[in-house]
């Protein structure tokens, strides 16, 4: 098989997918209008634009409505995960006495697939044997994870499972970085934090050699990215909320999700890694 076709299908599973869901991100998640949400909900409490079929009824709309926090959210294929595997096609109206279980079943199975898209990412990336059998068997026991009964699920100790992971996307990012740098350093200097996270909010980083830094979980939220070449930049965890990022290069990025890539500006001329589809809204500036 062709490397890269591989490299594409391993996240077919990784990548949303509506129609095979039960409408569970409309449901089990709290939203609050404030954050581009149609109202503010608490858990487990359907939508009210949420239909019958599972579908949404303002599903072409939903930027113009300015519910950009619905576009720009991801499950990483959790949703169909838990509607056709976990439960077999049950689904939460018809058999309400599931429905909390499902809902808390559908969170934990988010974060593992999350982390799946990651692991995925890192051994693409990763050249060093040993740890990329490391990636490899982590990416299998999680695989099998996903697939076991909701009791187990609802069991899992997710955070060590989380340390783990975590572990060796830290490991792989230093050594692919420090690889790429060779010894040279970016110009990249802000010490501004909040919380421990690099605060970046509204900054002009135009000018700023960005290749190789560690982004890791970082605000930048409305930073100035044009024309930045972000490649081998770690963004796992980072804000990029309406970060301006046109015609930047992330196609070599770190840990990129189709989640940041949505709630971002871009254009055209912004280039993408492989998995991450260039968001319609895009197309005709309805960020
Ligand atoms: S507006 Fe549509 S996509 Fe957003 S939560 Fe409601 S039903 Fe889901």
């Not at 019958?52 to 950009?68: A, E, P, Q, V």
């Not at 980083?205 to 979980?217: H, P, Y």
């Not at 709630?263 to 260039?278: E, M, N, Y």
Request: contains cysteine; positive net charge.
């Amino acid at each position: 098989m062709n490397e890269n076709k591989f490299k594409e299908e391993s996240f077919e599973d990784l990548k949303i997918n509506c129609k095979k869901c039960f409408g569970f991100c409309c449901v089990a998640l709290y939203f609050s209008a404030s954050d581009g949400f149609p109202n503010n909900k608490s858990a487990g409490k359907p939508c009210l634009n949420l239909q019958s079929n599972f579908s949404c009824s303002i599903h072409k709309d939903l930027r113009k409505k300015g519910l950009k926090g619905c576009t720009t959210y991801d499950c990483f294929g959790a949703g169909q995960k838990v509607a056709q595997i976990t439960y077999a096609g049950y689904n939460w109206k018809e058999n309400p006495e599931l429905s909390d279980k499902m809902f808390d079943v559908f969170l934990i199975m988010r974060q593992l697939h999350e982390m799946l898209w990651y692991l995925k990412q890192a051994l693409i990336i990763q050249t060093n044997e040993n740890i990329k059998n490391r990636i490899n068997n982590l990416i299998t026991e999680t695989e099998d994870i996903t697939r076991s009964t909701p009791d187990y699920l609802m069991s899992l100790d997710i955070e060590s499972h989380r340390d783990g992971v975590n572990a060796l996307l830290r490991q792989t990012s230093e050594f692919i970085r420090t690889k790429i740098l060779d010894g040279k350093k970016t110009n990249f200097k802000r010490k501004k934090t909040i919380a421990g996270r690099l605060d970046c909010i509204g900054a002009d980083l135009k000018k700023i050699n960005l290749k190789g830094a560690d982004l890791r979980g970082s605000f930048l939220i409305a930073a100035d990215l044009r024309g930045t070449d972000l490649s081998y930049a770690d963004l796992i965890g980072a804000d990029l909320r309406d970060a301006d990022i046109r015609g930047a290069n992330l196609k070599d990025s770190l840990f990129i999700t189709q989640s940041q890539i949505n709630s971002a500006k871009g254009d055209h001329s912004t280039r993408l890694p492989k998995p991450i589809v260039r968001p319609a809204s895009w197309e005709d500036n309805t960020y």
